[in-house]
């Protein structure tokens, strides 16, 4: 059997698991762990706390530093609401295409990783290949930041990561990180002829709306300099401002749904303390001076990292020696690449199938790209066992 056909029947066993991010992933993960171990593998499935949700660890080659990784979500978007012409939980070929959900994001990749191992493990590696397979990677990388400081814990440090998402094997070096918020303001409802024996939550929401804003013009002064992304400072969006019932109603309930997109580390946190300061110092103590009760949370809808564009580059070297393609681009999609490049590890996002494809009806990955990204992972091979 050729690589690509091995490749395309362990998708099809991939595809038959329903991996949907609402749902368990553990049967697929014990799945690719036993594969895995069958092609001389050594496994470790991290389990989440409730038993359902699970990473998978592997490793072939020595024991030691300066791995290179190749990484995988293992979870898809969901098939709901979707015009699908064909079951999407069984793969279907037509001509050079093999349709299914997560054909292309990402279980194509996971594939042929897995379809290596056997080559990986019958040569002596002087640097030991890992094998990431997360959990929850499109509601907000969960599984790789609770699989990250399990990694470090165990003192392990490999030195570059593959992520295979679908770029058409084109090297891609940075994305912006991805951060969503709801912040919800409680004040005091009254009579509109009485505003100041009530707490009005749509003009406090106005007022954080307000700072939000200054910020996002902070942000501009504080882009990278030779960044590639456009644009490249730290972008910030209010999505969804509501709150209060009618004219004459002192609104006592009030949201801001917002969104920021980091072009650099550090970014982040400091909007995040300028808002802190903000509603510690100034809203809070203005509302509860009229209520006690009034208050105002935040909930973190998700947070990505970004994957930061480096001058040296150990991983994108590395690939661009492997595909030949000396370009590097960015992408306006996020993955758990920025989480590994804060493990120390250089990153690049590189793998089969086009994102055009991804999370939509009928998502399919052609042959030729699957055999492209075998082609690759053989020369990885090669350069690891060359002297
Ligand atoms: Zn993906």
Redesign the pocket.
Known sequence: MTDLDATESILGALIAHPTVSAEPNVALIEHMAERLEASGARVEVFRDASGGKANLWGTIGPEGDGGIVLSG?SDVVPVADQDWSMDPWALTRRDDLLYGRGTC??KGFIAASIAMAPHFAAQELRRPVHFCFTHD??VGCLGARQLVPQLEARGIRPSIAIVG?PTTMQIIEGHKGCCEYTARFTGLEGHGSAPDRGVNAVLYAVRYVTRLMELAEELKHRAPRDTPFDPPWTTVNVGRLSGGVAHNVIPGKAEVEWEMRPSQYGDAEFVKEQLAHLVEHDLLPAMRAVSPWADITTEVIGEVVGLEPMTDNAARDLVRELTGDMDAHTVPFG?EAGLFQGMGMSVVVCGPGSIAQ?HKPDEYISRPQLQACLDMLHGLRRSLVAA
Do not use: P
């Open positions: 979500h994001d990402m990677e499109e998402e993955t991804a």
